[in-house]
C-alpha cells in the first residue's frame, strides 16, 4: 500500500479499485461536486480505497495551495468555565460555586492577550461559558479593553452561541451585535458550537443549546457584513457518517454562498467525564482512521 505523490501514481491507485470509488474521486479531482451520498460512500472506504481518497486530498491541497505551510500563532484566552447550558458532551462548563470554576476579571484578560503579544502572537482566541454573573455588555468590554491596551492583536472571539447570548441579554439583533462589536475592533468569530448541525443529533447533544438553524443565521449574518468565521464539526459520539456527509454539504453551500469561512476545523470528541459518554452509550470520539477520512473528504 502506498500514497501516491504524483498524477501518474493517482492513475494507477485509480486502476486497483472500484470503478465507483474511481469516478468519485476523479470527479473531485477535476473540480466536480462530490455529492451527499458519494460523500457517504467516501467515508465508508477501506484499505487501498482509503489510500486513494487520502491521496485525491492530497493531490487536491497540491493544486491548491502548493507545500508552503502557513499558519497563525494565537493564543486561547478561555475567560470563564462557569455555564449552565448543561451540554452532554461538555467535560468544561462548571456552575459557579464549583470549586473549579473560575472567571477572569478584565484586567486578567488584558495582562494574558499583552503576554501573548510580548511571545510573538498576532492574535488571540476568547470564548468561553454563557456566564450569567458577567455584565451583559462583557463581549463589548472585553474587545474593547484589549484593543486599548494591544491594537495590533487580531481578536478571533465569541462562538455563534455567545453571539445569541449576549444578543437576547441585551435586547438587540444578533446582527446588531456583530457590528458594534466589529467597529469595536472584533476581527472573526469562531465557527464553534456548529457540533453536527443536524436537528435530531443536536437534541440528543444539548437541549438548551442553539438550533442549527441559528447557528446558520449567526454565521452568515457575520459573513455578511464582514467578520469571517472558521467552520467545525464536533464528531465521534452519536453520529453516522450520513451526519457528517450532510454536515460537510451544508458548510459547502454556506461557503459557496459568502466565502466567509477562513478555515474547516475538524474537532474529535473528547469523551472523558461527559454524559454523553458515560449514560448515553455516545463513541469515546473517532478512530484514527476517520480522523483521516475526514480530513480527506472535507478537503
Ligand atoms: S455551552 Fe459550552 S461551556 Fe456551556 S455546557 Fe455547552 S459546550 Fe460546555
Not at 195 to 222: C, F, G, H, P, Y
Amino acid at each position: 500500500m502506498f500514497i501516491s505523490d504524483d498524477v501518474a501514481g493517482l492513475d494507477r491507485l485509480f486502476s486497483a479499485i472500484r470503478p465507483e470509488t474511481a469516478h468519485i474521486l476523479d470527479k473531485a479531482l477535476n473540480g466536480g461536486e462530490v455529492t451527499v451520498e458519494e460523500g457517504i460512500h467516501l467515508f465508508s472506504l477501506r484499505g487501498t480505497e482509503l489510500w486513494a481518497l487520502v491521496a485525491t486530498a492530497d493531490e487536491l491541497r497540491r493544486r491548491t495551495v502548493g507545500d508552503v505551510i502557513t499558519y497563525v500563532q494565537t493564543r486561547n484566552i478561555t475567560f470563564t468555565n462557569v455555564c449552565y447550558t448543561g451540554c452532554r458532551f461538555c467535560a468544561f462548563g462548571k456552575p459557579r460555586h464549583d470549586p473549579d470554576a473560575y472567571t477572569f476579571s478584565l484586567e486578567e484578560i488584558v495582562e494574558r492577550a499583552r503576554e501573548a503579544h510580548s511571545w510573538g502572537c498576532t492574535e488571540v482566541c476568547l470564548q468561553g461559558g454563557l456566564n450569567p454573573q458577567l455584565p451583559a455588555t462583557i463581549y463589548f468590554d472585553i474587545v474593547e479593553a484589549i484593543k486599548s491596551a494591544v491594537p495590533e492583536l487580531h481578536i478571533h472571539a465569541f462562538s455563534p452561541f455567545e453571539i445569541q447570548y449576549g444578543s437576547a441579554r441585551l435586547g438587540i439583533s444578533h446582527e446588531e451585535l456583530l457590528r458594534r462589536l466589529k467597529d469595536l475592533g472584533l476581527g472573526s468569530i469562531p465557527g464553534t458550537a456548529a457540533e453536527i448541525l443536524d436537528t435530531d443529533v443536536r437534541q440528543r447533544l444539548t437541549r438548551n443549546k442553539l438550533s442549527a438553524e441559528a447557528w446558520v443565521e449567526i454565521v452568515t449574518t457575520a459573513h455578511r457584513i464582514g467578520l469571517p468565521s472558521t467552520s467545525t464539526i464536533m464528531y465521534g459520539h452519536i453520529d453516522t457518517p450520513a451526519h457528517w456527509a450532510h454536515h460537510l454539504d451544508l458548510i459547502r453551500r454556506i461557503q459557496r454562498q459568502t466565502g466567509g469561512f477562513t478555515e474547516f476545523i475538524p474537532l474529535g470528541f473528547i469523551h472523558e467525564r461527559t454524559l454523553l459518554y458515560r449514560e448515553d452509550g455516545a463513541r469515546p470520539g473517532p478512530t484514527g482512521m476517520e480522523d483521516l477520512k475526514m480530513h480527506a473528504v472535507a478537503a
